[in-house]
C-alpha cells in the first residue's frame, strides 16, 4: 500500500527520492526494515550472551552476574592490545576470549570452586561482587566515556540492499554470532566432550565415578563461558564504545531473557535471545517509549503463563 | 545462624536480659549522637539500618532474595517527595504516601517473583526493578535525571519544625525504632514463625497446610512496605529523591549490608547499614572507587564469613558466655 511520507518521515523522500513510500503499518518499510536490523544485532549481543550464562548455569549452578563485566573486558582486551600492542582486530576477536576466559578459569579455581556446596545464592552474591569490582576498577582507570574502536578496515562501509543500507559490519556481526551459536551448539550437542558436559550437568556424581574429571569440567565450562561474553563484547566494541559500564544494565537484560527462556536448553537461550532481540526492535518502531521495558513485560507475561519458561523444563 | 533453641529457662533470662542492656546502650548512644555527630549522616545510617533490617525481613527470616529492592525503597522516596513538595503533603502523610507506595509495588513485584524460587526469585525482583528503573527515567514527575529537588521537610504534625536538624533526627530515630521493632515484632509471632519454616523447609511448610504462597507474598509486601518507610524517610532528610535510589546498585548495596551485618539477625544489618554508610562517607573524599571495596566486601563476605559479624559474635565463645547463642 502506498501512502504519502507524513511530515516524520520527510528526510526519507530526500533520501530516496520517492514521493510515496511503501508503509507497513502506518511506519515506512525502511524504518520498520532498520529497526528489524537494529534488533536482530541486539538479539545477537543477546543470544551469545545469554548462551553463556546458560552453559555456565546448566553445569554450575551459578547465576554468572558477571557476566556482563567480562563481556566489557572482551571489548577493553581488544581496545587495549590494539592501542598497546597494535593488535589488529582479527586477532583480537581470538586473544580477548581466550584471555577473559583464563581469568575466569582462575576465579572458579581459587574462589568460586569453593561455593558449589552452599546455596546458589552465593555463587549470585559472588559474581556480583566480582562485577562490581571489575567494573569499578575500570572505571576507576578509564572514566566512563566510551573509547571508540575503529571498524576493521575488511567490514567497514556498507551495502545499498534497495530498501536500506547495511553497514556490512553489522551484517557479519549477525553472521558471526549466529556461527559462534551454533557452533558451542554442536560442541555440546554432538562431541564427546559435551556429553561430558551434558552428563556431568544430569549426574555430576555419577560421571566423577566414571572416571571423568569432573572439577575440571566445571573449571573448563566458566572459562567457556566467560569467553563467550568476551567475544560478544570485542563485537560490540566497533559498534557500541567501549565504556566500563557498557555491560552492567546489558546483563539484567540478558537476566530477563534466561527468565523467558527458561534454563533448560542451549538452544532455548539461542532462541530466546534472537527473538527478543527482534521484538524489542520492533517496539522502537511502534512505541519507543516502551522499548526499553518491553523485555521485561514479556518475561512477567512468560511468568504467568509458563513459569518454567518457553523451553524450560524445571518448575 | 540457624540453631533452634534449646536452652534451659535460666541461660534464656540471661540472654533477655544482656540484650535489653546491649539494646539500652544502643539507645542511649543515639540520643546522645547527634550532639557530638553530624546528625544528616546519622539520618542516613538510621535510613539505611531500617532499610537493611526491612529486606533482612525477607532474606532472613523467609529465606527470599530479592535482587529489586530498590524500587521499593528509591519509589517511596520518589513519592513522599512529590506528595510534599507538589501536593503540599504534610510530613507524615508524605510518607505514609512512601510506605501504601511501596507496598502496593511489593504486592504486584512479589505477585509475579515468588512464582519461582531461588536465583529465579532474584533474577526476576531484579528484572522488574530494573524495570521500574526504566519507568522512572522517562516518567515526567521523577524529573528525569535531575530527580526531586527541594522537597521541603514540613512540620510534623502542624507544629514541630523539621527544618530543624536535631527535631528532624529524632523524628527519624522514632520512626526507625518503630520499624525495626515492627521487624522484630513479626518475626518473633507466629506469623514469623511459619515464614522461618518456610526459609527451612518449604515443602513440609506446605505438607503442613500453609498457603506458602500466601506468606510469602505476605513477608514481601511487609518487606517492600518498610523498605518505603526508609526510602520516604531518606527523601525528607536529603530533601532529594533521584534514580540513584532506584537503581540496581542499590539494591545491591542493601544486600551487601545485609550479609556484612548477618543475615537473620536483628542487630546484623543495623550494624552493616551503618557501617557501610561509614565507609561510603569517608571514601568519598579520597579518591578511592567506592564499588571497588563494595565489590571487596562482598567477596569476602561470601567467602570467608557468611554468617556476618552479627552471626559470627552469636556463635562466639563470648556470645555463649554471655548466654546470647541461643537466640540466632
Redesign the interface.
Known sequence: MFRTCPRRWARCKTLWGYDAVIMIFGIPIQAFLGQLLIGLINGSFYAVLSLGLAIIFGLLRVINFAHGAQYMMGAFVGFLLLSWFGVNYWLALLLAPVVVGITGIAIERFALRRLYNLDHLYGLLFTFGLALVIEGGFRYFYGTSGQPYETPKLLSGGVNLGFMYLPIYRGWVVVASLIVCIGTWLLIEKTKLGAYLRAATENPKLVQSFGINVPFLLTLTYGLGAGLAAFAGIMAAPIYQVSPLMGSNLIIVVFAIVVVGGMGSIMGAIVTGYMLGILEGLTKVFYPEASNIVIFVIMAIVLLVRPAGLFGRDV | MTEIATTPETQHRTSNRVQLALVGILLIGLVIAPFTLYPVFLMKVLCFALFASAFNLLLGFTGL?SFGHAAFFGGAAYFTAYAVKEWNFPPEAGILLGVVGASLMGLVIGF?AI??Q???F???T???S??FF??C??AEFTRGEDGLQGVPRGHLLGFIDLSDPLNMYFFVLVVFIAGVFAVWRIVNSPFGMILRSIRENEDRAISLGYSVNLYKLAAFVMSAGLAGLAGGLKALVFQFATLTDVA?QMS?EV?LMT?LGGIGTIFGPIFGGAFIVTVQNYLSTTGF????L??????V???LF?RGVVGEFNASRLAKKLGLRSRS
Open positions: 532474595l509475579f512464582r519461582r531461588g536465583i529465579y532474584a533474577m526476576i531484579l528484572a522488574l530494573q524495570m526504566f519507568f527515567l522517562q540496581w545491591g544486600i550479609l572507587p567506592v564499588t571497588v563494595t565489590g571487596l566486601i562482598f567477596i563476605c561470601v567467602l557468611r
